[in-house]
């Protein structure tokens, strides 16, 4: 689990994304951010420039620390979904655990016998199989 501080840079990252991709996006032709690069790069600190080909979006540009704003809040709400599927399995193994019914050292004996038996079985198929080939 994450600590309070963590939790805490975690939710100010989605917030600065969510201000960042919330305000107006600049659509550029990929031959206008070409000729004037520099300006969409400046343009792209502030809001998301979406460069476009035939008027059909085909890219996005944002600035460096965005994007690394994006992939911390990406991971953090990767490794909370991880934790919390974590937690149901853990709870699910526990609750099957629960209502498994106890055995007794003779079934399990049987049990090792019987999985012993089948595993000769199957290696002594296997030798005959082998020696009947030409």
Known sequence: ?????????????LLEVARYFGSPQEFLSVKEARSHFRD?????DARSVVLTSHGEPQAALISYHRFESVRQAVIGLLVDALDLSWEATRDRARMRLAEALPTTEEEVEDIVADSIGRARSRRAKAIRSKSSRP
């Not at 689990?1 to 990252?13: A, D, L, P, W």
């Not at 969409?40 to 792209?44: I, K, L, N, Q, R």
């Open 1 to 13: 689990m994450s600590t309070e501080r963590e939790r805490e840079m975690q939710i100010g990252s």
């Open 40 to 44: 969409a790069v400046v343009t792209a």
